[in-house]
């Protein structure tokens, strides 16, 4: 059975350039061997062709590390997230990627996009979803895969399972890193960088499982516990908008954004965008452990102070598979799973995949990003086999 090498440059580059605005999109799939891809959709203003293929490959690495049978893929468009005209912006790019989305690529939301959003559109194309590539990859009749894409509307917490499943994820990553660290759960202090989905869904599972949340941030603001307080985290949760914290009286200390690097914690998680903890900010972290969430949001640099400072990573390849290895929860088993029992399975996964790295990289005398890499490589590759389920050696996957 092969093992998995990436080439340097990804196999599919589709660049869109708008008709109407002018504005630039891209659709990287990394590599195309196996049956399906996957990968976020995002808006962002600045976005570019290298970033996209970077992510597209931070995605192929997610897949490999979780033991998913599916290459990574990743697209998006260089828009301002805010404008009146990106829902129209959406749409008309949807038309440069939807026979990708047929044949191939499995749609996730991203940076400002959600999947209520992002399947209005497809709709619109005749999609029943923006991951109807999953369908055709599991060998799934229509009536099956609606049953299966229906447990992602249902309700979790202040969200639904599509909104909470990435950030849950994370979460367990952070979980996951305490017990490596042999720090209590009860006892821990964690800061959170972002509060969009991915962080809101992250700061929703720790809050109940019990980790104590100090500061978070968000693009303006940082809020943070009074002395020896915790954030109460589920009223900010409920009356946050696009992504900022609500401000109430007497209610925390709020600060510059810059200030979450300086607050004192066992686990800091970085959880906005890329390129966020650069060397500056690697060197003033008072953290025991990083749990990246953003894609990319650690410099290579910046993981070099961290490693030197023997502050523990977890990079976002490991960190910021929740969305995949949800997927795998959904649509693996033989019978259509519960909410719970698709968080269960990213817990479980999520848990041993950090435990894993950890492992490797302390008995190996390496950074958490080479042990995760050397893990990656470690791979089978398996083409022609479904990506989800417990592949039975014949070809297929036994659910």
Same mark, same amino acid.
């Given at each position: ?166 950030? %849950? =994820?994370? $979460?367990?990553? /952070? *979980? ?6 042999? !720090?209590? &759960? @009860? ?11 991915? %962080? =809101?869904? $992250?700061?929703? /599972? *720790? ?6 949340? !100090?500061? &978070? @941030? ?18 900010? *949760? ?6 900022? !914290? ?154």
């Amino acid at each position: 059975m092969p093992v998995s090498p990436v080439s340097d440059e990804p196999e599919v580059v589709v660049e869109y350039t708008d008709p109407v605005e002018g504005f630039k999109g891209w659709l990287v799939i990394d590599c195309l061997t196996h049956r399906l891809c996957a990968g976020g959709l995002r808006v962002q203003k600045g976005l570019s062709r290298d970033c996209v293929v970077k992510l597209a490959r931070n995605m192929t690495l997610k897949m490999r590390i979780a033991g998913i049978r599916a290459d990574g893929a990743k697209s998006g468009i260089d828009y301002d997230p805010m404008s009146p005209g990106k829902d129209q912006a959406l749409e008309r790019f949807f038309r440069a990627i939807v026979p990708y989305m047929l044949d191939r690529y499995s749609v996730g939301p991203d940076l400002n996009t959600t999947m209520p959003e992002l399947n209005g559109i497809a709709a619109r194309f005749g999609l029943p979803s923006i991951k109807i590539a999953v369908a055709r990859a599991q060998g799934l009749t229509d009536e099956e895969f609606a049953q299966r894409t229906a447990i992602l509307s249902q309700p979790v917490g202040f969200s639904t399972l599509a909104s909470l499943r990435s950030g %849950a =994820g994370l $979460a367990y990553a /952070c *979980l996951g890193t305490l017990d490596f660290l042999d !720090i209590p &759960v @009860s006892c821990a202090t964690v800061t959170i960088q972002g509060f969009g989905g991915l %962080a =809101g869904g $992250a700061a929703w /599972c *720790l809050n109940q499982a019990g980790v104590k949340i !100090i500061a &978070v @941030s968000d693009r303006k603001k940082m809020l943070r516990a009074d002395q020896g307080g915790v954030l109460d985290i589920e009223p900010l *949760l409920r009356h946050a908008t696009h992504g900022l !914290i609500p401000i109430f009286d007497d209610y925390g200390t709020v600060e510059e954004n810059t200030r979450i690097y300086d607050v004192e914690c066992d686990v800091f998680i970085p959880a906005a965008m890329e390129k966020t903890v650069t060397e500056a900010e690697a060197r003033r972290l008072k953290a025991r452990a990083v749990v990246c969430g953003a894609n990319l949001a650690v410099t290579p640099a910046a993981e070099r102070i961290l490693h030197e400072r023997g502050i523990l990573l977890v990079p976002d390849m490991v960190a910021g598979c929740g969305g995949s290895l949800s997927m795998a929860g959904l649509f693996g088993p033989e019978v259509t799973p519960e909410v719970e029992d698709v968080l269960s399975f990213v817990e479980r996964k999520m848990r041993h995949m950090v435990n894993r790295v950890c492992s490797r990289s302390k008995a190996s005398g390496v950074s958490t990003r080479e042990a995760a890499m050397q893990l990656c490589k470690e791979a089978p590759l398996m083409p022609g086999v479904k990506p989800y389920g417990t592949f039975d050696g014949h070809g297929e996957s036994s659910g």
